[in-house]
C-alpha cells in the first residue's frame, strides 16, 4: 500500500510539442463537478454500447501510433483529456489508448487553457478525433468542434442562461431571433441528447 501511494503523489504530466507539461495538481470543484456531469451522461447512455467513456487519468499514446504522421517533436507526445469516448476496443491498452478517441473533452483550467485551445487542439485535430469539445466551467459554455475535412469546424457555441439573462433577452427588442438553446446532439450518436443545464449541474 506504501508504494502504491508514493506512486500516487508523483505530480501528473503530458508530453505536449515534445515538452513535459504538468496538470494543475488540484482542479477546482467546478472543474471537477462538469468533468464528472459529462462523464455521467456517456457511462448511462454507453451502457450495454461497445464504446466506453474514460475520466481524467488515461493517456492517448501518440508514441505508440504508427499510422499518422507528426513532427519529430511530436512522436512522443502524451495527451491526457479530461473526457474521452472511444468506440474501437482494439485500441484501448493496459497502458492508454493507442488510437484516435471519437470524442474529447476538455475541462478549461487557468492554467492548462492554453494547452487546450492550441497545442492539445492540434493534437486531436490531426490525430482524427471526430468532435472536440472545449468546456468553460466559468463561462458556462460548451464549444463543440466537427472535424470536417481534416480540420476542426466550430459547429456551436452553447451557454448555460442565468433565468436574469434569459429575461433580459426576452426584453430585449432588438433581438430578433429569442430561441433559447438548451441541449443538443454529439455528430457520433444520433440519440444522444447533452442538456447543457446537465453539464453545468450542482455548480458552486
Known sequence: MQ???QKNDYPIYEILDGKV????????????????????????????????VFADGGYIRLDKIKD??????????RVIPDVMVVCNPDIIKPDGIYGAP????EVLSPSTAKNDRR??????????????WIVSSQERTIEVYILTEGKYILNN?????ADWEIEMIMDDETIEDKTIVTEF?????DDLIISVDDVFDKLI
Do not use: W
Open 68 to 77: 499518422i504522421i507528426l513532427p519529430d517533436k511530436n512522436k512522443k507526445d
Open 102 to 105: 471519437d470524442l474529447v473533452v
Open 119 to 132: 497545442i492539445k487542439k492540434d493534437i486531436y485535430e490531426l490525430l482524427g478525433v471526430k468532435e472536440y
Open 21 to 52: 507539461t504538468y496538470m494543475a495538481p488540484r482542479p477546482a470543484m467546478n472543474h471537477l463537478s462538469s468533468m464528472g456531469n459529462i462523464h455521467g451522461m456517456f457511462y448511462m447512455y454507453l451502457k450495454g454500447k461497445k464504446c466506453r
Open 157 to 161: 457555441t452553447y451557454h448555460q442562461y
Open 3 to 5: 508504494d502504491y501511494e
Open 185 to 189: 446532439k454529439t455528430s457520433i450518436f
